[in-house]
Every structure is written in structure tokens, then in C-alpha cells.
């Protein structure tokens, strides 16, 4: 029996050991946002490089900044670009910066569980303001029936849910409101962690979408695909020029239109809001992490080569999961960013 | 009989029967644990569960492999790094120190036992994470093996001091030194005891998370090695059970249902070893 | 022949006492040296945790002073941080647990102890036994997929319809929130309560009893005023081991509480515990100041956790010890 579990213990050890070098591993962390579309993108790629293997843990945009810059993780995620005190204590730790590469093009939409109302609803920059300020509460306000002529709404009482932790997709939702909301701006402000007015937490996209999906009565925020993998109903939002917008490819597409021409070079952009009668309001892009510099350079040309593949194949995996494709000068503009990292 | 009696006696059934009560109530939590996931899950405990790693967010058809995997290297980290400590720490308590020095060990290992599954994993991040800039498992190994410590450590103490005088004073009458009568004598008198200490100590750390959260992070993929972020059962169950994909929910109830009954098997699995026998020698 | 222990004569710096080389060859000294460097390396371990906590959270500790435990503003992007909700949350939860644990526990415990027979007894402490060693993240599970839907559909809008006037039951109907994480804690530490509490019950004299049967007492009477008396201190042991054990627990509350940072009266509000704030922050606090915070949390909990423990420690040892006399018969 003794000799038995010796002979395990040694066989798994050197299994253990055997496995150390198989593959490459590169470790990447953050937003949620783009969860599906990198966990597919990474499958496919090691797919096609099968000594590689690029390991993304989906713990939130905050995450992703918070590790990357502890060097605990070799790349992050974000929906919410790094500002300028994030960047600056990113090179004061390093010694050289970090720089953002946008991936997809994704969209904040309002999902929500009313029992007996599967309709796509209308919201006013208003009513959705109102709701996350508290003011708003039962689903038979008048500022939701409104824009809603001739949809039954209960007077119950909304479930308000939101992030728990630091998110970027909260980042987008609150960089929205800021801009429609002179009362959210000076209230609650904008940020990947916020003072929530109300509401209940959930952590990650995935959970938010879950504690929408069983709550009744609630209305929470989600990047796309999520409300469409979980079939759950997401309603259309007013944008800029007075239109109710849908969020699909084509109306995110158009909310990028304006920034891709006028691309800043760190790619640090905000599309909430854009004009155009077409644009999604809430539409925004979501960026890669990547340091200046790689020590090891085997680590640096694998994302490299990642980056590479995601700006040219990968692109052609976004649009069955409904992230937008990027725009063409974008794509070209990274291209050349891409060889400064060393 | 009194009224006064009567009712006296009458409280005395009802309330006697109304412990019964608590005590089915209580077992019952158990069973209805059980049951839920065998319904729920047993159905997932598939082929697929067992040899696939997960697939992209959205797609079905994927298995928690990796992660059990994960899970079987941490624990044996953990077995590596905790056992030896708190056993052969035992020994120095029960066979060699003075009791100014056994009082502080045994109340340094009560302190540990009492941390939060948490407050370790804080530990674990700023010890092994950070400097090394790196998630691991052997980071999730360190974290799951300083809980084994305590429970090892104070077990194995009480059954080597359980172990009756007599054998210890035969050996020294023979001749046998200290190190050679705890060797040969106290240790394996004591052998089923440990045994069921460590038994218990791994199934108490096998179904732990929160220290996981901040050392071993995840990974969809196999692990390679030790010195990579790895997915773990815990986890998993943790993350799956709160998304809102049902196939997530099903791996969730077939993960949680393997582990809970892996623990389940130890424990008994500890608790016969121990009562089959009391400190015999082994011949 | 076994080896010797005699004691080899050495010439050494004193006479009479032995070279440290020369008592390194007895194997015994080697011994003891090994599985002493063990011990200690037990001591060193915790005294480097709580060193760490200590460190760690130096910076808010400096900045907050007492008011972390008085605000209730848990702001990361205007870096304040108090720790008030999360204190009330995880102290709500732990009472609302033992307010459910406590009774239900030592009524089992007295069945367990008292009326069944040792056979029946035995197989129902085996199982007990087995519920403590459930992981918290299965409770999760259980929590989040039988108790909130349970608590939304039926409980919760049965308290509001019932008692809605009371603060305590007001707001909507989450699912999640205190009471369910209290529920659900309570079903946790409900096999620490029993296992010890039998333990100490069956340690009772006989004689207790038999002395207050012979003098007219019911059944009831005699367990409920002479044995559970008796063994007052160690229950009260077994109390503070589940409260312990609750304040911890992290995965089961941070899947039903809520996650929202609030000092609330209501009991149907969503909430927060330490754990549970830890778990969700930790790995994305950025700034220092905020991951000291959630470190001086952790040291928070570390501190009740630990005195709670030496209570329950001190407790249950006087049980075993020394009788506290005899109750009202």
C-alpha cells in the first residue's frame, strides 16, 4: 500500500515536471466585456499554435490595470482606457510605459426581466438616468411609459443591478451618463468603481447577466453578446440625434465612425454618445494591455504574433458574436504602433 | 394525576419530540446537498467532464479536466509543504520540548487554524504572488498547505501523546534512544491516528476557494508545471454556478457533486481507519 | 545491540559539559534540533502573517485612524474607505445565523445527547460530522440556486406581506441579501453547535440527572434544568467556535449577500461582509490606499476570529474541568 502511493507520488511528480516545459504560457487578465470573443480567439490560436498558450481570466477591467501593472500578469484588458495617473504609475514602477491596442468594438445595452413584457423597451437618457440615480423606481413611471405606448408595465419595483467591482463596462455605462446627465456627472461621476446610488452588486458581466436572467423586475447593464447568448430582452436607447437605437453591428459601427478618423496615437478614445442618427449611444471600443517592453522575448513575440493575427483573421471571428469589427484605419494605425514594442 | 403534572408531562414529550426534530432537520441538510447535485449534476459527470478543458464562453460541450487536474497538483503541494511540518512539528511537542515552548507552538497553531480562508490567501498574494510577479500553483499550493499545518500538527500531537507509557518505557529499557523509540515505537503505535489527521486535514483544504482567488488564479488550458496560473474544482464551481449559461450551471453541479463526494469518501474513509483500532503496534 | 546513550566524554571549552559537535553525533540532538527548526518554522509562519497584515495595511491605518470603523463611504475613486458596512454586514449575518444555529442546534445536540439511543446517536453524529466538512462554495450552490429562489419567491414577500411594517422587513425582494445570507450561515455552523454540544452534554455526570429524576423532574425538566446548565460553559464554547466560523465564511455569503456596501435596518436589503468585499476587491484595488484598506479589513476580522477562538477555547476546557454547580431542580 506504502509503496504503492510512493510509486504515484513519484510518477505524478514527474509528470509535474515532465509538463513544466510543453508549452508557452502567457498570462493576460481583465475586462469582461470581451470575454467571449478572447476566449475564442485564444482557443483558435492555440489552436493554430499548439505551444501556446495565452491564458485570459475574465476579472474585470480594474483587474486587468491592477495586475498588469503589479507585473503579476503579462498583459491585461480594459473597456475603460488607463487615465494619465494610471499611466504615469504604470512608468514610474516599470520604466517604461504601456500602450493600448483596441480589439473589438462592444456595446453597453439595458437588459432587464419584466415578468409578462418580452417587448423591446425605449429608454430616454432620462429614464436610464433616473433609474441608476434612485429617482426612478416602479417600471410604470411615466418616463419609462413614455417613449413605451401601448406595453403593459407593472407598478413594481425596479431591481437595479450593477457592478460589484471595478469594471469597464461600469466605465462605459458611467462615461455615458456623465455626458447625458448633468446630475449623474456631478453626483456619481464616471469610473470603473463607483458610489452606486442603488442596486444590487454582481460580479463580472457573466454575473450580472445571471442575476438579471433570475431576478424579476430587474434592469442592469451587459455588453452585448451576454444579453443574446442568455436570450434575455435588451431595449433600444435614444441617442444624440433624438433617435431609439438598437445596439447591433451596424449602429456600433457607426458610433466609431467619428474617432476612427480622428484616432488619438495612444488609441485612448471615448464613443459613448457619438453623433449620427445611426449611432449606438453606449457603444464603445475595448483595448489590450501590452507592456512597451519584454524582457523575454519569446513572451514579447508570441503577443506579438497574437496581436498580429488578432488585427487580421481574428477580425473575421468578431462580427458571429456581435462585436463590431474595427474600423480599416485603426487597424493600420496599431499595425505601425505595434513595432514599438520592444 | 395533577393538571400540574399532566402539562409538565405533556411539555416534556413535546419538547423532547421537537429536539428530534432538530436533530432530523439538521441531518437532512445533508442529504437534501446531496441529492440536489446528483439530480442536477450527476447527469454532467460525463466523459467530457473528465478529459475535456472548457471551451469559449457561449459554446457547450467543454469539461473541467484542467481543473481537476489543477486541483489534484495544489493538494499534493499542499500535503508536501503541510504534512511534514505539522507532523514532525507534533513530534518535537509531544516527545522533546519543555512546556514553555509547547505552549507557544500549540498557540501559534491555534492562531493559524483560525484565520480566515481569506486573510490566508492575502498572505499567500504578498508572499509567494508578488515578489515573484507571478500566479502559481505552487502559490496556490503554499496558501492550501499553511491550513493543513494547524489540524496536522495538534491531531497528530494528541495521538502521539495518547500512545501509553509502557511501549515508550520498554523501548528505552531495551536500550532504543529517543529519536529510535519515536521511530520505530511511538510513530507507528500512533500510525492510524495520523493517518486520519491527514486524511481530515486534505479533505478540509480540498474544497477551499477563497485562498485560490488570489494565487492560482485560472486558466482555461492545462498548466504547465507548477510555476503557472491554474484552474481549480473550487473555483470553477464558484465561477460557473453565478454566470447565467446553463450548460456553466450543469458543469457547476457535476463539479461541486464530485468534489463533495470525494470529501465525503475521505472523511469516512478517516473516521474507519480510526475506529478500527486504537494505538496497536504495527507487527 | 540498540545504540547506546551514553554519554561520550568530549574536551570541550567546560568541563563537564559536552561540545556541541560531540552531542551532534548522538542522533538524538539531531533530532531534536529537526523537528524543533519544524515547530518553529509554525511560529514563524503566523508571526510573519500577522506581521503582514500589520504592514499591509500601515498607510490606511495612518490616514483613517478609529473613523474606518465609524464612515460608511467606500469609495475608490475619491479614496475613501470606511469600513462600516462591511462590519455591520458580516456582524448582521453571523447573529442572524446563530439566532437560527443556536436553537436548533442544542435541540439536536439534547436529542442527540439525551434521548437517542448510543447506536442512533452515533450514526447522527457521523453524519453531523460529515455536514461540517461541506466546502462553503457547495453551500454557495445551495444557497444560490434552492435558498434565493426560495427567499424571493415565497419568504421574502411573506415577511413584507406579514411584518412589512416592522423596518426590518422592508424594501423589495431581492432573494439575496441578509437574512438569506443568514439562512444560509446558520445551516453552516449548525454541525459545530450540535458536535460539540453532545460532547460536553454526554460528559454530564449521571448523577445530575438521576439526582434531579429521583427528585420529580420530567424528563425535559431534568435535561433542560440540571444537564444543559451544567454544561452551560462549553455551549456557550460551541456558540463562539460557530460565530468564529461564521464571521470567516467568504464564498457562501459573497453568492447571497448582495454585494452592495449599505448600513441597512432592513433585513430583505442586499448587503456585504469583510470576506466577501476582500474576495471581490483584492485582486483589482487599485492604489495603494485601497488595497491597504481591504488588508486592514482582513486584520479586522483576523483580531474578532482569533479572540473569539481563545473564548471558545477557554469555554469548552471549563466544561470538561470543573462543574458549575447545580441548577434549579
Known sequence: ?342 | MSPRLRWRKFVSGFMLTMTGVCAMVAVSVLFLILGYLAIHGGASVNWNFFTKVPVPVGETGGGLANAILGSAKMLLLATLFGVPIGFFGAIYLAEFSGSATAFVVRYAADLLNGVPSIVIGIFAYGLVVHPFKQYSTLAGGFALGLMMIPITLRSTEGFLRGVPNPLREAAMALGASKWKTIATVIVPAAYRGILTAILLAFARVAGETAPLLFTALGNQFWSPGWTHPTASLPVMIYTYALAPYDDWHRQAWAAGLVLLVLILVINIVARAILSRGIAVPRS | ?329
Open chain 1, 1 to 342: 500500500m506504502k509503496r504503492i502511493a510512493g510509486m504515484l507520488l513519484v510518477a505524478l511528480a514527474v509528470a509535474g515536471v515532465l509538463w513544466a516545459d510543453s508549452a508557452l504560457s502567457i498570462t493576460g487578465a481583465g475586462a469582461t466585456f470581451p470575454y467571449p470573443m478572447y476566449s475564442k480567439w485564444f482557443d483558435e490560436y492555440h489552436k493554430k499554435n499548439s505551444n501556446l498558450e495565452i491564458n485570459y481570466q475574465s476579472i474585470g477591467s480594474g483587474g486587468g490595470i491592477k495586475q498588469v501593472t503589479e507585473g503579476t500578469v503579462d498583459f491585461g484588458a480594459t473597456d475603460g482606457p488607463m487615465n494619465d495617473d494610471q499611466l504615469k504609475a504604470y512608468q514610474d514602477k516599470h520604466g517604461f510605459g504601456i500602450l493600448h491596442f483596441p480589439t473589438v468594438l462592444g456595446a453597453d445595452v439595458p437588459a432587464y426581466n419584466i415578468p409578462g413584457v418580452t417587448a423591446e423597451l425605449n429608454f430616454t437618457q432620462d429614464a436610464i438616468a433616473g433609474i441608476f440615480l434612485g429617482k426612478i423606481t416602479k417600471w410604470d413611471d411615466p418616463a419609462i411609459a413614455g417613449p413605451n405606448k401601448g406595453v403593459n408595465l407593472p407598478a413594481n419595483d425596479i431591481v437595479v443591478v450593477h457592478r460589484s467591482e471595478g469594471s469597464g463596462t461600469t466605465y462605459i455605462w458611467t462615461d455615458y451618463l456623465s455626458k447625458v446627465s448633468e446630475e449623474w456627472k456631478t453626483k456619481v461621476g464616471k469610473g470603473a468603481s463607483v458610489n452606486w446610488p442603488v442596486g444590487l452588486g454582481a460580479k463580472g458581466n457573466e454575473s450580472v447577466a445571471g442575476t438579471i436572467k433570475n431576478t424579476p423586475n430587474s434592469f442592469g447593464y451587459v455588453e452585448l453578446i451576454y444579453a443574446i447568448q442568455n436570450n434575455m430582452p435588451y431595449g433600444r436607447v435614444r441617442n444624440s440625434s433624438g433617435v431609439f437605437v438598437k445596439a447591433d453591428l451596424a449602429s456600433v459601427t457607426a458610433a466609431a465612425a467619428g474617432a476612427s478618423k480622428n484616432m488619438p496615437d495612444d488609441f485612448r478614445v471615448s464613443i459613448t454618445d457619438a453623433p449620427g442618427k445611426t449611432a449606438y449611444p453606449i457603444s464603445s471600443f475595448t483595448w489590450l494591455l501590452v507592456p512597451a517592453k519584454f524582457s523575454d522575448t519569446t513572451k514579447r513575440d508570441a503577443i506579438k504574433g497574437f496581436v498580429k493575427w488578432m488585427l487580421a483573421d481574428g477580425q473575421n471571428y468578431t462580427e458571429a458574436l456581435s462585436y463590431a469589427k474595427l474600423p480599416k484605419e485603426v487597424v493600420e494605425k496599431e499595425l505601425k504602433a505595434l513595432n514599438s514594442v520592444q
Open chain 3, 1 to 329: 545491540m540498540a545504540t547506546t546513550t551514553t554519554i561520550v566524554p568530549s574536551a570541550g571549552p567546560v568541563a563537564g559539559s559536552r561540545s556541541f559537535l560531540s552531542r551532534l553525533r548522538e542522533r538524538d540532538e539531531i533530532a531534536r534540533m529537526i523537528t524543533f527548526l519544524f515547530a518553529a518554522s509554525v511560529v514563524l509562519v503566523t508571526v510573519l502573517l500577522v506581521f503582514e497584515l500589520w504592514q499591509g495595511s500601515v498607510l490606511a491605518r495612518h490616514k483613517f485612524g478609529f473613523n474606518f470603523f465609524r464612515t460608511s463611504v467606500w469609495d475608490p475613486i475619491f479614496e475613501q474607505f470606511g469600513a462600516l458596512p462591511f462590519i455591520y454586514g458580516t456582524l448582521v449575518t453571523a447573529t442572524l445565523a446563530l439566532l437560527i444555529a443556536v436553537p436548533l442546534g442544542i435541540g439536536a445536540a439534547i436529542f442527540l445527547a439525551e434521548l437517542a439511543p448510543a447506536r442512533v446517536s452515533d450514526t447522527l453524529e457521523f453524519f453531523i460530522d460529515l455536514l461540517a466538512a461541506v466546502p462553503s462554495v457547495i453551500y454557495g450552490v445551495l444557497g444560490v440556486f434552492i435558498v434565493v429562489p426560495l427567499m424571493r419567491q415565497y419568504v421574502q414577500p411573506a415577511l413584507k406581506h406579514s411584518l412589512g411594517f416592522l423596518p426590518l422587513f422592508q424594501g423589495p425582494a431581492y432573494g439575496v441579501g441578509f437574512l438569506t445570507a443568514g439562512i444560509v450561515l446558520a445551516i453552516m455552523v449548525i454541525p459545530y453547535i450540535i458536535s460539540v454540544s453532545r460532547e460536553v452534554l454526554l460528559s454530564v455526570p449521571r448523577d445530575q440527572r438521576e439526582a434531579a429524576l429521583s427528585l420529580g423532574a420530567t424528563r425535559w425538566e431534568s435535561t433542560w434544568r440540571v444537564v444543559v446548565p451544567f454544561a452551560r460553559a462549553g455551549i456557550f464554547g460551541s456558540i463562539f467556535l460557530a460565530l468564529a466560523r461564521a464571521l470567516g465564511e467568504t464564498m457562501a455569503v459573497t453568492m447571497v449577500i448582495g454585494n452592495t456596501p449599505i448600513v441597512s435596518t432592513s433585513l430583505l436589503s442586499p448587503g456585504y461582509s469583510i470576506a466577501a468585499v476582500i474576495a471581490n476587491e483584492f485582486t483589482e484595488a487599485t492604489g495603494e490606499l485601497h488595497t491597504q484598506s481591504l488588508i486592514e479589513l482582513g486584520l479586522v476580522l483576523f483580531l474578532l476570529t482569533f479572540l473569539l477562538n481563545g473564548f471558545a477555547r477557554l469555554l469548552i476546557v471549563t466544561t470538561s474541568r470543573r462543574g458549575s454547580g447545580m441548577g434549579n431542580v
